[in-house]
């Protein structure tokens, strides 16, 4: 039961150039999208959220974006850092549940090459 | 900057015992959970917690596992009696009230090894 897809298990990159990660869903009730990073032996870090009432969120080197029509969201990241390299998994709740439970991707390992 | 913190880093044990993972969540949120990692695959909800009790399940939280807040600081996992399948790593999240009441704070996790 695929409710989030991350259909690229992998993405090597240059630095210095853009890292584009996808993330399908089909799931009609999600509304709140969020990406964490995660490295070895490390719990997930937060990244990055988007509410369905907007296309996109940006901070910093990190944009999300958001087509719900398609039921897809990417995330950028610009420029992209050696230190970026990590596991990027994205995932996402129905805010009009109370306990907010995470359903995940299976993750999209970022390589960036000096 | 708060964060969550899990103990041990990684648990050892023989299938048919008892273990209990431990965490200590960030200090003012009042949303707590469990998600585990099989090896090669999805971090899995299994259990959200609000006001001293379960919240929400999942189907993998049967009635091996339990969860307590012992006192106004830990949370913990139970797992009665272990099994092969319960091999993972185990995550705690944690939410809070203000700002950012929409976004789960994780801990680094507890690796568990049933023999």
């Known amino acids: 039961d695929q409710q989030v897809k991350q259909n690229s298990p992998s993405l090597s990159v240059q630095e210095g150039r853009i890292s584009i990660l996808n993330c399908d869903y089909t799931?009609?009730?999600?509304?709140?999208f969020l990406w964490y990073k995660k490295y070895p032996a490390e719990g997930p870090t937060f990244l990055i959220s988007i509410s369905s009432i907007k296309d996109k969120n940006e901070d910093g080197r990190f944009t999300v974006f958001l087509n719900k029509s398609a039921k897809h969201l990417s995330l950028h990241i610009v420029p992209s850092q050696p230190g970026d390299s990590a596991v990027y998994f994205c995932a996402a709740f129905n805010s009009g549940g109370s306990n907010y439970k995470l359903t995940f991707g299976k993750g999209t390992l970022l390589t960036v090459n000096p | 900057e708060p964060e969550v913190t899990q103990t041990p880093s990684h648990q050892v044990t023989q299938m048919g015992q008892e273990v209990i993972l431990r965490c200590v969540p960030i200090?003012?949120?009042?949303?707590f959970y469990w998600y585990r990692q099989i090896l090669g695959q999805k971090v899995e909800f299994l259990v959200s917690?609000?006001?001293?009790?379960?919240?929400?399940k999942s189907e993998i939280f049967d009635d091996q596992f339990s969860v307590e807040r012992p006192d106004g600081s830990n949370f913990t996992l139970k797992i009665r009696s272990t099994k092969l399948e319960d091999s993972a790593m185990y995550f705690c999240?944690?939410?809070?009230?203000?700002?950012?009441?929409?976004?789960?704070?994780f801990g680094p996790g507890t690796r568990l090894t049933v023999l």
């Open positions: 200090s003012n949120h009042l949303y």
């Open positions: 799931n009609s009730m999600f509304d709140y």
């Open positions: 917690f609000y006001n001293n009790e379960i919240s929400e």
């Open positions: 999240a944690s939410r809070g009230t203000g700002v950012r009441t929409d976004t789960q704070y």
